[in-house]
Every structure is written in C-alpha cells, then in structure tokens.
C-alpha cells in the first residue's frame, strides 16, 4: 500500500550524552589548539572565526548547563515540597486515627486496645528521607489499625460467644449422656470456648490446661456430672487469671475422684469378664468331655 508509514523511533539517551560530551572535548581541543597556533604566529581571518565560533559554541553550552541546572534544582525543590505535604497529610491522619481511640474505648467499654506504637523519627531534609519517612509512617499506621480492627471484632463477638458458651452448657447438663469427649472437642482451638473470645490468649491457655485435664477422663463409663460441667463453666467465666487458676484446680480435684472412680468400674469390668471367660472355658471343657464314650 501506498502512502505515509507510521514509524517509532527509539533514542538511547546514554548514547546520546556520551556524542554531546565527546563532541564538547572536541571542539575545547581544538579551541585550545586554534589558540596556542595563534600567539605562535599570525591567524587568517578564517580561523579567527573559527576561534570566535569555538568560543561562542562553548559559552552557549555552558548557559545551557546552568539553566538546566536551575531547572533541576527548582524541579528538585517542589518534588520536596510535595513530599514534605504528603507527609503531613499521613501524619494528620495518624493522629486523626489516635483522636478516633478515646471514642473507640467509650463505645466498647473494657475493651484493651493495643499500645499506640512508637513512629520512628522522620527526616525531611531530602525527598528520599520523605518519601522513606512516609512509607514508615503509613506502614506503623496500617499495622496499628489492623490490630485496633482486630481488637473491636473480637470484642464485639465475646458477647455472642459467651452466650453460645451458657446455651450450649445447658444443652450439655440437659442430656442423658455426657462424654468427657464433648468437651474435649468444645475446647478445641476454634471450638465453642475459644472462639471469638476478647482475653484470647488467656482463654486459650486455660483451654489447653482443661483439656490435659479432662483427656484421661475419656472412658465409655464417664458421664459428666453437673458438679463437673459446673465447675468447667467457673473456670471459664472467671474474671481475673488468679480467680480462673484457683477453679482450674478445683477442676483438676473433680477429674482425680473421677478417674478413681473409673479405675474402680475398669477393674471391676475386667474382673466381671475374666469370671465370664473362665466358667465359658469351664462349661466348653465339660462339654468336650461328655464326648467320649463311656468304657
């Protein structure tokens, strides 16, 4: 087809600087040369032009340097300017996200938030200082509102998760069996006592000691009292980590009378089926014998 083609033309830049630099140590060369011929001896006419060219090419060069030099600088100043802002905005923010905890802690009483973190200290005297300062700053800011987001959700479910914890120890004291596996498989990590509680840690923690508690208890022959699952609910309604230490062990005293008691139904299961076994063997050796005929 005929008609005008559409073309891209890259530069290489590098390139590009290197031929203007070699092109300006060639004309100072030669400047320098043209100069030293005529102290030596009388010029032409012609190569004091050329001199005079020489001259002017490498002043308009060095004019040109220096107004890109301002023009670097001036660009360099209001990139700094507008660093130095963007900082302050992230930092009214920041304290903006401080102001906002005292409304937090009013609308969720007895919440514990996390520790407002450190900031670094921030250097602007530069635009790379700034922009670091920034990145610094919004990270810390972004970390402290997601442990402060993470803070309120599991204060706001504690509630739910306390009731769920009351329902479902009702149900458990309504039945007619109660497994020691039940609760095992309550106070599991995201069972029914550990999810969504605001003291997680402690919670779980107490969780873990009760389970190692219970665990043994795990036998055909166990169901759960109302003494027991009643002392399991003071543990964990317990407000202080003393008070729920204190009913832990109480907790722990329960589960040793009960595991006595089952090591009394164990034997008393193992000797029950020994006397079964022994008169089954009894009855099958009378019973080989009436076999043989008499002599």
Same mark, same amino acid.
């Given at each position: 087809?005929? %008609? *005008?083609? $559409? $073309?891209?033309?890259?530069?290489?830049?590098?390139?590009?600087?290197?031929?203007?630099?070699?092109?300006? &140590?060639?004309?100072?060369?030669?400047?320098?040369?043209?100069?030293?011929?005529?102290? #030596?001896?009388?010029?032409?006419?012609?190569?004091?032009?050329?001199?005079?060219?020489?001259?002017?090419?490498?002043?308009?060069?060095?004019?040109?340097?220096? &107004?890109?030099?301002? @023009?670097?600088?001036?660009?360099?100043?209001?990139?700094?300017?507008? !660093?130095?802002?963007?900082?302050?905005?992230? =930092?009214?923010?920041?304290?903006?996200?401080?102001?906002?905890?005292?409304?937090?802690?009013? %609308?969720? *009483?007895?919440?514990?938030? *996390?520790?407002? *973190? #450190?900031?670094?200290?921030?250097?602007?005297?530069?635009?790379?200082?700034? +922009?670091?300062?920034?990145?610094?700053?919004?990270?810390?800011?972004?970390?402290?509102? =997601?442990?402060?987001?993470?803070?309120?959700?599991?204060?706001?479910?504690?509630?739910?998760?306390?009731?769920?914890?009351?329902?479902?120890?009702?149900?458990?004291?309504? +039945?007619?069996?109660?497994?020691?596996?039940?609760?095992?498989?309550?106070?599991?990590?995201?069972?029914?006592?550990?999810?969504?509680?605001? #003291?997680?840690?402690?919670?779980?923690?107490? !969780?873990?000691?009760?389970? &190692?508690?219970? +665990?043994? /208890?795990? =036998?055909? %022959?166990?169901?759960?009292?109302?003494?027991?699952?009643?002392?399991?609910?003071?543990?964990?309604?317990?407000?202080?980590?003393? !008070?729920?230490?204190? &009913?832990?062990?109480?907790?722990?005293?329960?589960? !040793?009378?009960?595991?006595?008691? /089952?090591?009394?139904?164990?034997?008393?299961?193992?000797?029950? +089926?020994?006397? @079964?076994?022994?008169?089954?063997?009894?009855?099958?050796?009378? %019973?080989?014998?009436?076999?043989?005929?008499?002599?």
């Amino acid at each position: 087809m005929s %008609g *005008p083609k $559409c $073309c891209q033309v890259t530069v290489d830049w590098e390139v590009l600087e290197q031929q203007q630099r070699q092109s300006q &140590e060639d004309d100072a060369n030669e400047l320098i040369e043209l100069e030293r011929r005529a102290r #030596d001896s009388a010029v032409d006419e012609a190569r004091k032009q050329r001199i005079q060219q020489l001259k002017q090419r490498a002043e308009a060069r060095r004019v040109q340097q220096e &107004e890109r030099r301002k @023009r670097e600088e001036q660009a360099a100043a209001a990139r700094l300017v507008q !660093a130095r802002d963007e900082y302050q905005q992230a =930092h009214a923010a920041w304290q903006e996200a401080l102001a906002a905890r005292l409304d937090i802690e009013l %609308g969720h *009483p007895g919440m514990a938030l *996390p520790k407002v *973190p #450190d900031l670094p200290a921030a250097d602007l005297s530069s635009e790379i200082t700034v +922009r670091t300062a920034i990145q610094q700053l919004r990270a810390v800011a972004l970390a402290y509102q =997601h442990a402060v987001d993470s803070a309120i959700a599991e204060y706001r479910n504690s509630a739910a998760a306390t009731s769920r914890m009351k329902e479902w120890i009702g149900g458990f004291k309504a +039945r007619a069996v109660r497994s020691a596996s039940e609760i095992i498989t309550a106070l599991e990590p995201d069972g029914l006592f550990v999810a969504d509680r605001a #003291d997680r840690d402690r919670i779980e923690r107490i !969780a873990k000691a009760a389970t &190692e508690v219970v +665990r043994p /208890l795990q =036998h055909d %022959g166990f169901n759960v009292s109302d003494e027991f699952i009643n002392q399991l609910d003071r543990v964990f309604s317990a407000e202080t980590p003393s !008070a729920a230490q204190t &009913e832990l062990e109480r907790l722990r005293a329960l589960a !040793a009378r009960e595991a006595v008691r /089952l090591a009394e139904i164990k034997t008393a299961q193992v000797k029950q +089926r020994q006397e @079964r076994e022994t008169e089954a063997a009894g009855k099958d050796t009378c %019973g080989s014998r009436s076999d043989y005929p008499h002599a």
